[in-house]
């Protein structure tokens, strides 16, 4: 019988040799080798794709983060999986092992600001011409795909604007058309939704926020389909990325209580948007809560279940009211990097939200994205309660 996904967080990847709860961290450069036909022999079972429990030069990685490996690979029910220093990192070997000059990369309008850069700017210097499509929109995504189309990029939901998309529709829209598909999962994390199971070819999700969980640490992870696998890790290979032992270990860490950390997210935040519901200054909430809603639909055909990330909108002629209202929190940090187990706020204005194409807010609408940590969330509601006075009409 095999074990729950929670079972199996707290039960693999132990140090069976020091007999130790968890693996060692090994840091490495040089691997040592009795002789010379050994480490040939070692190389050609590497080269062929066979599983090996070392590599054979430490850039490769080393137990530490195979053991991180290993355990993402099953959580995310997945080919295989890399590691990257950064979130972003993943978002950028999944685009350059796949696109080359020429090719065209259809992607939505509402993804993190960083990876519009990398893909309006970086990419037109290699000739990969970016298209942008309506994340609202299924009939625009489809008038968007041409013949160069080598690539469709999704996040989902939208980065701060939590747009929600038909992804069974994208996924067999691609397929039909033997193109990739990738897709930033960060807010959901495979412990809610499985990407590679539906049918998507890379899988890219933050590290450094919930697989880690304690806000001390910069990883990301990049999982793959079998089709796709061969091109992504020829590129890791050359371009160098690599993920420390050190931080490897640290994601490990949080990793084992991911579960009970995200389930925990979801109840506060729904306990939390309960009350914001009822604010008259707050126009709308932006997250999948309302049964009725599009939003809501198509989370609940995907998902098992929702972070602890969204967006309010609140109406006030006084932009600098708002900034007070964020200012006077006291247990929300003001700060990025959201996933870790306090909660924070962040005023989102147009520098941070990059070029959008299909979003607008209303004239006196402000967004601010909230992360709900793991406080207690009367406390939370108390401290929202005596921010929000300050919020003038």
């Given at each position: 019988m095999k074990n729950s996904i929670k079972t199996f967080l707290k039960n693999t990847e132990k140090d069976r040799v020091a007999r130790s709860a968890n693996p060692a961290i090994v840091r490495a450069s040089t691997i040592y080798f009795k002789t010379m036909q050994e480490m040939r022999q070692h190389q050609k079972k590497i080269s062929k794709g066979k599983s090996v429990n070392y590599w054979d030069y430490g850039r490769q990685g080393s137990q530490t983060t195979m053991s991180l490996q290993r355990i993402l690979k099953e959580l995310e029910q997945s080919y295989d999986v890399f590691l990257t220093q950064t979130g972003f990192g993943a978002v950028a070997l999944a685009i350059m092992s796949i696109?080359?000059?020429g090719d065209e990369i259809v992607i939505s309008d509402c993804v993190y600001r960083p990876t519009q850069k990398l893909t309006t700017q970086l990419l037109k210097e290699f000739n990969i011409n970016t298209i942008w499509y309506n994340p609202n929109s299924f009939e625009d995504l489809k008038k968007k795909i041409t013949n160069k189309t080598k690539l469709i990029y999704v996040e989902n939901p939208g980065s701060n604007s939590f747009e929600f998309q038909d992804l069974g529709k994208i996924v067999s829209l691609a397929k039909r058309k033997n193109i990739f598909t990738a897709i930033d999962n960060t807010w959901a994390t495979a412990y809610f939704f499985k990407p590679i199971k539906l049918g998507f070819d890379l899988s890219i999700t933050s590290a450094t926020k919930y697989y880690s969980g304690h806000s001390d640490v910069m990883a990301g992870t990049l999982a793959v389909s079998k089709k796709a696998y061969k091109k992504v890790w020829w590129y890791n290979h050359v371009s160098g990325y690599r993920l420390s032992a050190d931080d490897a270990y640290l994601v490990i860490r949080g990793i084992r209580t991911l579960d009970l950390r995200m389930d925990k997210h979801q109840e506060n935040t729904l306990k939390v948007i309960k009350w914001l519901s009822k604010q008259k200054k707050i126009v709308k909430i932006l997250y999948p809560y309302k049964p009725s809603s599009n939003s809501y639909k198509l989370w609940k055909k995907y998902y098992s279940g929702a972070s602890g990330l969204l967006s309010i909108i609140i109406k006030s002629k006084s932009k600098n009211s708002v900034f007070k209202f964020v200012n006077s929190?006291?247990?929300?940090?003001?700060?990025y990097s959201w996933g870790g187990y306090s909660s924070l706020a962040?005023?989102?204005?147009?520098?941070?939200?990059?070029t959008r194409r299909f979003f607008k807010l209303e004239k006196n609408h402000h967004l601010v994205r909230l992360h709900i940590g793991l406080e207690e969330t009367n406390d939370l509601i108390e401290d929202l309660k005596q921010s929000l006075k300050f919020v003038r009409p």
């Open positions: 696109c080359r000059p929190l006291k247990l929300f940090g003001i700060g962040v005023y989102n204005d147009s520098a941070e939200m990059g």
